[in-house]
T-cell receptor, first 113, second 111 residues
């Protein structure tokens, strides 16, 4: 039973560039949520995808966008990168919209120089 | 929005000691999870416990939903228990299902 996978594991970008992060949910799960975790803080909710639609969004600017594919995998895109976007990006999968247990992937560490 | 507070922020223990971590939340919740984040950043599920008591080996958790708090107990701590412990809650409002995390408890277990 494959768990949640994320790629890449690490990424270095420069200010102004664009980045795409990828997530494959746990087998049988249909909901993907993305979180940003800055150093020393708890994860912050970015948005959630269910049935290929963004159903809920946290307090993040439009530079953050996403997509869910028919196989339930998901992408997080960040445009016009800022130094403050440097963080650990976590993907969580769950069943039926996120109301039950959410399982997290290993994360992608993004460094913006 | 809902506020989640964890205490203590830092905890240093000698191997073999017991500890209690606390999570207070400001509103009624539908879901509460405890996680352990290892040094590599992986969030490991410990408990899904919106109410009641659960035990898993040396760990147990109790959520008293009516009083808006949850406790995580670690007995006979080991160095591998070191890391950050987070509680996170969900309130079912409309389509909202996101986890709101506390700021975590940094646990260090010394050999």
């Amino acid at each position: 039973d494959a768990g949640v996978t994320q790629s890449p594991t690490h990424l270095i970008k420069t200010r102004g560039q664009q980045v795409t992060l990828r997530c494959s949910p746990k087998s049988g799960h249909d909901t993907v949520s993305w979180y940003q975790q800055a150093l020393g803080q708890g994860p912050q909710f970015i948005f959630q995808y269910y049935e290929e639609e963004e159903r809920q969004r946290g307090n993040f600017p439009d530079r953050f966008s996403g997509h869910q594919f028919p196989n339930y995998s998901s992408e997080l895109n960040v445009n016009a990168l800022l130094l403050g976007d440097s963080a650990l990006y976590l993907c969580a999968s769950s069943l039926g919209g996120g109301g039950e247990t959410q399982y997290f992937g290993p994360g992608t560490r993004l460094l913006v120089l | 929005g809902i506020q989640v507070e964890q205490s203590p922020p830092d905890l240093i223990l000698q191997e073999g000691a017991n500890s209690t971590l606390r999570c207070n939340f400001s509103d009624s919740v539908n879901n509460l999870q405890w996680f352990h984040q290892n040094p590599w950043g992986q969030l490991i599920n410990l408990f899904y416990i919106p109410s009641g008591t659960k035990q898993n080996g040396r760990l147990s958790a109790t959520t008293v939903a009516t009083e808006r708090y949850s406790l995580l107990y670690i007995s006979s701590s080991q160095t591998t228990d070191s890391g950050v412990y987070f509680c996170a809650v969900v309130i079912f409002t409309g389509s909202a299902r996101q986890l709101t995390f506390g700021s975590g408890t940094q646990l260090t277990v010394l050999p």
